[in-house]
């Protein structure tokens, strides 16, 4: 059996010093052998840079994957092209810098599938999610039969048709972006273990990871602001999921909330 960790969206500063102080903890307890994270939001909740990404990797993670605002820091266009481990979604169009896959492998050799697919349901008008995951998922295949896809999206119906749509033919679909750990976690009838959304690391006394105030300042008045990542207590959301190594199967998904004080 195999076991993965999937650290929900890391948040800021206070996302990344929980990556920091807990990922190696987390993969003793839970005998972890490949940890993925969302690390789209580890620059001040917007974006990536290199030295961010390399802190995140160093701390334990494996494979990053990311969505929408993979763009938001300039730097992150030149980094992903030299950095693998770093995904964007398969689905923005062709010739866009980076992959939206990776084969990962862990300490013992086996090899694990990675795919980041983004959602189109009130967000960006890219190409199908469900198409880009179809084709790319016969190449990952001649690899290894452990393949796991962030879907990444703002509608929880799009992320729960793509389980049904590859359920049996991956081992895990779990969702990202919307910030908020969701309770259904299962493994559907063919062998694909699901989640609508892993949650958040980061933030807790906070609106979706943002300083409260400054949210409510928004939706109150409807004027622009400057979000900022709260302060205070942080939460480590995400789930361990165990894999049958020769089948691909998921085994099972385990929901996890880890609180730290602040």
Not at 63 to 86: C, F, Q
Not at 89 to 109: D, H, K, M, Q
Not at 148 to 161: G, K
Not at 202 to 208: A, E, K, Q, Y
Request: glycine content about 10%; hydrophobic content about 40%; some cysteine.
């Amino acid at each position: 059996m195999i076991r993965l960790l999937f650290i929900g969206d890391i948040v800021g500063r206070p996302g990344r010093d929980l990556v920091r102080r807990g990922v190696a903890a987390l993969r003793e307890y839970h005998q972890i052998d490949l940890v993925i994270a969302n690390a789209e939001n580890a620059a001040a909740g917007f974006g990536i840079t290199r030295e961010l990404g390399e802190q995140i990797l160093d701390a334990g993670v494996d494979v990053m994957t990311s969505g929408n605002h993979i763009w938001d820091k300039k730097e992150a266009i030149d980094y992903i092209g030299i950095e693998p481990r770093l995904l964007r979604p398969l689905n923005f169009p062709e010739g866009v810098p980076g992959n939206g896959s990776y084969i990962a492998r862990t300490e013992n050799g086996l090899s694990v599938g990675v795919i980041n697919a983004m959602g189109r349901v009130f967000m960006l008008p890219i190409d199908c999610p469900f198409q880009k995951a179809d084709e790319i998922l016969p190449e990952l295949r001649k690899d290894t039969p452990i393949i796991i896809v962030d879907m990444h999206c703002e509608a929880t119906s799009e992320s729960q048709a793509m389980g049904w749509h590859l359920d049996g033919r991956v081992s895990a679909v779990v969702g990202t972006h919307r910030h908020v750990q969701t309770a259904d976690e299962r493994v559907l009838p063919n062998g694909t273990a699901y989640i609508t959304d892993l949650g958040m690391t980061g933030p807790t006394d906070s609106v979706i990871g943002v300083d409260k105030d400054l949210a409510l300042q928004r939706f109150l008045s409807q004027m622009p602001n400057r979000f900022e990542p709260a302060k205070g207590p942080v939460s480590l959301h995400g789930a361990v999921i165990r894999i049958d190594p020769e089948t691909g199967r998921g085994l099972s998904i385990e929901r996890l909330r880890v609180p730290l004080p602040d």
